[in-house]
T-cell receptor
Framework: EPEVTQTPSHQVTQMGQEVILRCVPISNHLYFYWYRQILGQKVEFLVSFYNNEISEKSEIFDDQFSVERPDGSNFTLKIRSTKLEDSAMYFC?????????????FGPGTRLTVT | AQSVTQPDIHITVSEGASLELRCNYSYGATPYLFWYVQSPGQGLQLLLKYFSGDTLVQGIKGFEAEFKRSQSSFNLRKPSVHWSDAAEYFCAVGMKTSYDKVIFGPGTSLSVIP
């Protein structure tokens, strides 16, 4: 069964450093998403992406964040200058159709620890 | 503001017992409703969803959920729990005013006693 994969599974970085989290969505999907879950808190929507541009973003997704589909298979989330409060589990998701009616398939997540 | 609440942080049930996980939402209209499950080390998996129509929806793994408009609830049920059902369960809503944004509840952790 096709699945969303994410690398690395765990990333440790120092405050102020840039990190790139990578995702490989399901191959025929066209809509991509990032969510995060701070330890002990809710899963929060960050951004959706389609046709090489952001469709929607939350208030969390500020100028420190960016997303990119650098090639036909990867979808990345970049945090330019990490803060302690960026420590969280980051989930990538993809769907074949747009919008909340389309089932989003989630990856296993990348745990980001900022020290 | 839109919100999703799951009153039970943690529930423990015996294998074979019935299960009900509660979910309430706050939203001006009927949203799209979802239940996701997250097993340790795994991503979120969609159990079932409600958009409109029959208020009792069937999902995977023997789960069902009932939408009650008058109570703004979407409770998840299973008649007989298996040890493999131990996981974190998230209720979520999708707003009709937003294309993509899904709002998650805080989750309920389910433990199953053999």
């Amino acid at each position: 069964e096709p699945e969303v994969t994410q690398t690395p599974s765990h990333q440790v970085t120092q405050m102020g450093q840039e990190v790139i989290l990578r995702c490989v969505p399901i191959s025929n999907h066209l809509y991509f998403y990032w969510y995060r879950q701070i330890l002990g808190q809710k899963v929060e929507f960050l951004v959706s992406f389609y046709n090489n541009e952001i469709s929607e973003k939350s208030e969390i997704f500020d100028d420190q964040f960016s997303v990119e589909r650098p090639d036909g298979s990867n979808f990345t989330l970049k945090i330019r200058s990490t803060k302690l409060e960026d420590s969280a589990m980051y989930f990538c998701a993809s769907s074949a159709t747009q919008g909340v009616r389309g089932e989003q398939y989630f990856g296993p997540g990348t745990r980001l620890t900022v020290t | 503001a839109q919100s999703v609440t799951q009153p039970d942080i943690h529930i423990t049930v015996s294998e074979g017992a019935s299960l009900e996980l509660r979910c309430n939402y706050s939203y001006g209209a009927t949203p799209y409703l979802f239940w996701y499950v997250q097993s340790p080390g795994q991503g979120l998996q969609l159990l079932l969803k409600y958009f409109s129509g029959d208020t009792l929806v069937q999902g995977i793994k023997g789960f069902e959920a009932e939408f009650k408009r008058s109570q703004s609830s979407f409770n998840l049920r299973k008649p007989s729990v298996h040890w493999s059902d131990a996981a974190e369960y998230f209720c979520a809503v999708g707003m009709k005013t937003s294309y993509d944004k899904v709002i998650f509840g805080p989750g309920t952790s389910l433990s199953v006693i053999p």
